[in-house]
């Protein structure tokens, strides 16, 4: 796991940490490093993508279309943004996680979106991450290839189908269950839960090979081998939407 700072100056002064589910490890053939290059990779690989955290006006090129967070008309490198950069292996379930014991999404606008590419640019569209109120912090983002170029990233939402009523969670604009900022660890209000971010990863599509990612299809089907039970910490604030798996 390789962690990476990108040719810009926005230093991302979070901690990273992936648990990789899987044994057989093929050399990595990807020989790009940085998330705002195009590659084109094949199972096994690593593939750097980056987060970009920050507020919703800054992924947008004045009020028109959003644009990658390597495009530099956005001017992410003068505003108050964070990015994250990690390299998963393609098809391969990870858990990607963002500690927030020194890190807080909603200093930084709040909001991200996961990008790779320069050329071949692909970026997610915005998720709400963190304000003053309310704090979502488990996510599953999914990669698709298509003959091993990224074409698109997306959140993959179920719609508040785990956010128990009664618990701590508040389904929020139907789609994401969010925790009481106030309830997070190293909030000023000193909540006991830890905030960390987690984000579930998966790959579908083909790649270089045109053989089939098939991870997406375990995170579909086989959800008991989602990676947050394996993540201790992280049960409390991520792993009791997930209650009835564990
Ligand atoms: C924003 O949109 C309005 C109405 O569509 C347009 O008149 C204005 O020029 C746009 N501003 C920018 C900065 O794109
Ligand atoms: C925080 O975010 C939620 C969900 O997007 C929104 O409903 C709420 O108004 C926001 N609160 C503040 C103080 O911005
Ligand atoms: C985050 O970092 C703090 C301080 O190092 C640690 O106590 C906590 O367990 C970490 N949380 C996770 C989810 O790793």
């Not at 997610?124 to 003053?132: C, D, G, K």
Request: glycine share 6%; net charge positive; proline share 3%.
């Amino acid at each position: 796991m390789a962690v990476l700072s990108i040719p810009t100056p926005i230093m991302a002064a979070i901690l990273m940490m992936t648990v990789v589910l899987g044994l057989a490890r093929a050399d990595d053939t990807n020989r790009v490093y940085s998330p705002c290059s195009d590659s084109k990779v094949e199972i096994s690989d690593g593939f750097t993508f980056g987060i970009t955290f920050a507020s919703r006006d800054s992924f947008f090129n004045g009020n028109k279309s959003q644009l990658s967070p390597c495009d530099s008309r956005l001017g992410l490198r003068n505003s108050n943004a964070q990015i994250a950069v990690f390299r998963p292996k393609v098809d391969e379930i990870s858990l990607l996680t963002i500690n927030t014991s020194s890190f807080f999404p909603e200093n930084y606008g709040g909001y991200m979106v996961a990008f790779a590419g320069r050329k071949y640019a692909a970026r997610s569209p915005l998720a709400f991450v963190a304000n003053n109120t309310y704090t979502v912090s488990s996510f599953t983002l999914v990669l698709e290839f298509k003959k091993g170029r990224l074409q698109n990233l997306f959140w993959k939402r179920d719609g508040c189908a785990k956010c128990q009523s009664g618990s701590s969670f508040v389904c929020l604009n139907k789609q994401d269950c969010a925790i009481k900022t106030s309830s997070c660890k190293n909030h000023a209000s000193g909540g006991s839960v830890d905030c960390s971010l987690g984000i579930q990863l998966a790959f579908s599509g083909t790649d270089k090979h045109l053989s089939a990612l098939n991870s997406w299809y375990e995170v579909e089907n086989l959800r008991q081998y989602s990676l947050y039970g394996l993540y201790s910490n992280l049960k409390d604030s991520l792993t009791s939407q997930y209650d009835k798996i564990f």
